[in-house]
DNA sequence: TAAGGTACTTACCAAAAAGTATGGAAGAAA
DNA sequence: TTTCTTCCATACTTTTTGGTAAGTACCTTA
């Protein structure tokens, strides 16, 4: 276990690696979104808008915007009238659940006691 | 595959949970320091600068303060003249691999042309 | 006495991210 | 014709983060 995936990564390029996917879902309101839409659903502006009360609509629109830009949602349109516009995960959104179960447990290992020192 | 850990979350706990993490992570040159510190080393303050030529002092020694107090690395003062002053991974902060190999995964899935949609 | 090496501080400025407030399009229903 | 709903867009302000430059403390060696 002291290697890093197969390839041969430098400090420098393992880095950029892992900053890529920081860009990815760093923003105030990205993880609340994605986890509201993990397993499959699909949600309304509106619906997040509700869901998530204390964000406003400038931020939402632009963190969904980024996230679609980055491939990890993804953004259906019905042309109605009033509009109606859903969003979900794309296929490689979904895929990020195991990165994301491997933080929450390294973040649980804190609390177990392990000595840090 | 559909569950986070063994944990029941909410949207808002989860993304709290993987923030925690993030705001460890963030920060314009930790990584680049966690992987040059990764297995085992320890480094001096002027082998970090030499290793992050672009790094300046100010930004190394603050996200080096940061990591610090987060219980990711650790301090080791010699009360020498010149002073020398190593930095290190603690356990924990060597226990990150699995997530930070987890996000590297999958920002390689990208390329592997698995479709996006 | 002066110069030098190491590990920092501090003051100041710029850029990026987030928040607030308001406005607008597109029709359908009243 | 006015109103209503939904999904935004834009201008502006505040907060956070990053960067530059200079200085400091300590003791050693020449």
Same mark, same amino acid.
């Given at each position: ?5 197969? +390839?041969?990564? !430098?400090? !420098? ?6 900053? @890529? ?19 499959? +659903? ?8 509700? *869901?998530?009360?204390?964000?406003? @609509? +400038? ?30 995960? !794309? ?10 179960? *491997?933080?929450? +447990?390294?973040? *649980? ?9």
């Amino acid at each position: 276990m002291e290697e890093m995936s197969e +390839k041969s990564w !430098t400090p !420098t390029s393992a880095a950029d690696g892992v900053e @890529q996917v920081l860009r990815i879902l760093e923003g105030r309101w990205k993880l609340v979104i994605l986890f509201h839409l993990f397993g499959g +659903k699909l949600l309304r502006f509106s619906d997040l808008e509700r *869901a998530i009360p204390a964000v406003s @609509q +400038k931020m939402l629109i632009q963190q969904l915007r980024q996230l679609e830009k980055d491939g990890v949602v993804r953004r259906i349109v019905h042309h109605q009238v009033p509009p109606k516009v859903e969003y979900g995960l !794309t296929d490689w959104g979904q895929s990020l659940c195991p990165a994301l179960d *491997a933080m929450l +447990k390294w973040a *649980a290992l804190r609390e177990n006691g392990d000595e840090v020192n």
